[in-house]
């Protein structure tokens, strides 16, 4: 199988850098999300790409994976080297065509999506607080999806030796195509007007390009970066894209649905493949708008904390509060902004929390 890849990046309307980086690397590619303060996110984000364009990688199935790794040993030591660094990660979405198979290794809320007949498919899971309460079925997809808190992270290139590094490898066709972008594309638009820019663009440049415009128009408040990677039979040949399915009314009354969130019965991933694909338009705007304003929001709260959303790792933050009139450490955050518990009772002292008080 060949490949044809289009790539566009932006710094959006908000951010004074682009703390985004990508690779093209035939057959590997990548998308990075940096951050961190001052030049830092920058540099986090280039160390992990560089390193992993490093020296030709073995044909072992964990090789790329492996290669995750070494780039988080690459980001924590040259953060070591340099206080100004200090606290820098990175998100790392890698892929890599192997024969007829795709292997994926990912860490961060970075995505990677595959658009093959009439479905439309997240094949990567994020790193996310909200992700992880929706597997404690504490949350909804849907709500995940919109939730003020959606960018904090629970892995990152840069803040543990030890990472968790989720690897995957999905059978590919010629015809799929290949997304990969980071969070500034799916914060400003919906699965399915991104679905929809993929179907309604046959070319993976000007699909790139279309969707990065699409992110920045709707508000553009994070860095955007868009990898469209299509596979094409040995001949270069390119199946065309089947049309999305023709069920409007459908679309138009899950789309009024969303707002409230989904019942809960079926996954999201089920849902948003029924889901039909159509061109971006105007009454989704206000929709997109308010998301922008709800995400703004969200880092005006946790800038009160001194710390930048995505620079936070709740399992790596502690905090001494008070459980059962006892002096405690807790993991996570003091605050429940939202309602939102993000703290866990790690240890009680047996110090009298009064006691205390009165110091
Ligand atoms: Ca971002």
Redesign the pocket.
Known sequence: MKLSVGAQSDVGRVRERN??ALLLHDPLYAVA?G?GGHRAGEIAARTAVDTLRGEPLGDGAHALAERVRQANRAVLDTAAGDRALEGMGTTLTAVLLAGDELRIAHVGDSRAYLLRGDAFTQITEDHTLVQRMVRQGRLTPAEAEVHPQRSILTQALGVDPAIEVDELSVPVLPGDRVLLC???LT?MLSQEEIEGTLRETPDPQAAADALVAAAVDAGGI??VTVLVIDLLDDSGGRPALPPAPEEADEAEEAEEAEPEGETGDEPDDTASVERVARPARAPARPRRWRRAVVAAAAVALLVTGAVAA?ALYVDRQWYVGESNGMVAIFRGLPAEPLGLDLSTLVEETGLPAAEVERL
Do not use: L, S
């Open positions: 703390e985004d999300d951050m980071t969070d500034g914060g994070d860095n995505k």
